[in-house]
């Protein structure tokens, strides 16, 4: 049974940090799977924020939503199954629950969330200005 764990949600005020964590269990994490975040506000769709492929078949490319380039930072570490979103320069407008995602193979639009197999729970980030 495959389970994706988020960790390292809060809240947070404007201009501060935050790193979530997403530990995978029950697949093989570090052969073929592209690890993805993705955040979702009431009423709206699932916005893409960051993934990172797997080394093995594109070199680990990293991809950013263009709202979020230059202040997040996506991470994995293949010998804890886990992944990372380092957060920096928050903003209101990230206020969001975040979720983790797990896309099996090499895919040229990991930014589409219908790549992805798995997917965790949920995070929530609230950030107060």
């Known amino acids: 049974q495959v389970q994706l764990v988020e960790s390292g949600g809060g809240l947070v005020q404007a201009g501060g940090s935050l790193r979530l964590s997403c530990a995978a269990s029950?697949?093989?994490?570090?052969?073929?799977?592209?690890m993805g975040w993705f955040r979702q506000t009431p009423g709206k769709e699932r916005d893409f924020v960051a993934a990172?492929?797997?080394?093995?078949?594109?070199?680990?490319?990293?991809y950013y939503g263009d709202s979020v380039k230059g202040r997040f930072t996506i991470s994995r570490d293949n010998d804890k199954n886990t992944v990372y979103l380092q957060m920096n320069s928050l903003k209101p407008e990230d206020t969001a629950v975040y979720y983790c995602?797990?896309?099996?193979?090499?895919?040229?639009?990991?930014?589409?969330?219908?790549?992805?197999?798995?997917w965790g729970q949920g995070t929530q980030v609230t950030v107060s200005s």
């Open positions: 029950g697949l093989t994490f570090s052969r073929g799977y592209a």
């Open positions: 990172i492929a797997w080394s093995g078949w594109s070199g680990g490319n990293i």
């Open positions: 995602a797990a896309a099996y193979g090499l895919w040229s639009d990991y930014n589409n969330y219908r790549r992805y197999n798995y």
